[in-house]
């Protein structure tokens, strides 16, 4: 976009929205002219949150989730109602929140910091594996749900995983996210992986 | 989602985000998410251009177009090559932008501030009508095309607009934007209204 067509301060606000995952030069258009006929105070809390963010958020170093700068451990960890000897492995830090939505599970978390991908170049070493094996030992930890994506990165991890923990001599059941159909989506639209995955996978009645 | 699975901080920059028009929650943890695995310059970057947005931008006296603060009137119009006595009229700041885009267009820009629609309780006296019916008289204005959307609101405006100018008894030449089939798109997609209008508006080989 020639630059003097907008004032330069909203094209600079609308360069750095475009940063965003996603968002194209429209998207980021549309964004800045909303906050421009917002209030001022719209665009300045945002700035506030914004700043605020790096300096106040800082990792768990037991579970690896994202805790308040001015905490030692993730409070899900320290919870005494819930259960340490269970823990749900996942690659990101959201994904704890996508788990504590269902409120189905009362174990503690351990964040991966990412999945096995040779493509991006992440390898077995960059994840927090090592501190995994260290908290089973620690904490005797009986279950491990293996809850990474099902995608190829999270499924190549989850099989790393297993053999990994197995050949370090740790006895802890393992076990995986079930993969089936989605709730509310037709068995027509389904690809057939994840429908032989449902087929293996099925309950009885 | 319960406050206390995230870090406070970063929760505050997810329902900030969150306010941005077709943001929703899962975009909004997304966009902070990415922000907090960049490094904090990335963030603070646009902090600075939301603290910048509503002090260093505002509105031409004459066009209504968005421009810097230390500028009297926009560029677009007391740019000497560009002709006065021709005036796009659009809804919104951003449609100069499309429209300037095409490169195709040397006049200059008069922005009404929206379109008429009762139902958001816009009428005709919220728009910079008046403003435009001194600039024609003004600047001897010859031709006018009308580019507002081509939305029922749209339509309405520019039909208003067509007869309000006819009243106030200023000579000046009316079009308005074709309709038809945007380039690139099947006929069989095309809905019946825009294929009437590229029926009626067909051109000559």
């Known amino acids: ?41 719209t665009s300045s809390k945002l700035a506030d949150a914004l700043r605020g963010l790096h300096s106040n958020v800082t990792s768990c170093p037991v579970t690896f989730a994202l805790i308040d700068a001015d905490q030692d451990v993730s409070p899900l960890y320290t919870d005494a109602s819930r259960d340490k000897t269970l823990i749900a492995v996942v690659e990101e830090p959201l994904d704890i929140v996508a788990l504590e939505r269902t409120g189905q599970f009362k174990g503690t978390y351990h964040v991966l910091g990412g999945a096995i991908s040779p493509i991006d170049g992440v390898g077995p070493e960059q994840l927090h594996i090592p501190e995994l094996v260290e908290r089973i030992k620690t904490d005797n930890v009986v279950e491990l749900i293996i809850a990474t994506n099902a995608s190829v990165e999270g499924e ?3 099989l790393f995983l297993q053999r990994f923990i197995k050949d370090a001599g740790v006895s802890v059941t393992m076990s995986r996210l079930a993969r089936g159909i989605p709730v509310g989506v037709d068995l027509e639209y389904a690809d057939q992986i994840t429908l032989s995955h449902a087929l293996h996978g099925r309950s009885a009645l």
């Open 156 to 158: 190549s991890t989850a």
């Open 1 to 41: 976009m020639a630059t003097d067509i907008l004032p330069a301060a909203l094209t600079e606000l609308i360069e750095e929205l475009g940063n965003l995952p996603g968002v194209g030069a429209r998207t980021a258009e549309r964004y800045a002219y909303y906050l421009l006929r917002q209030q001022t105070s």
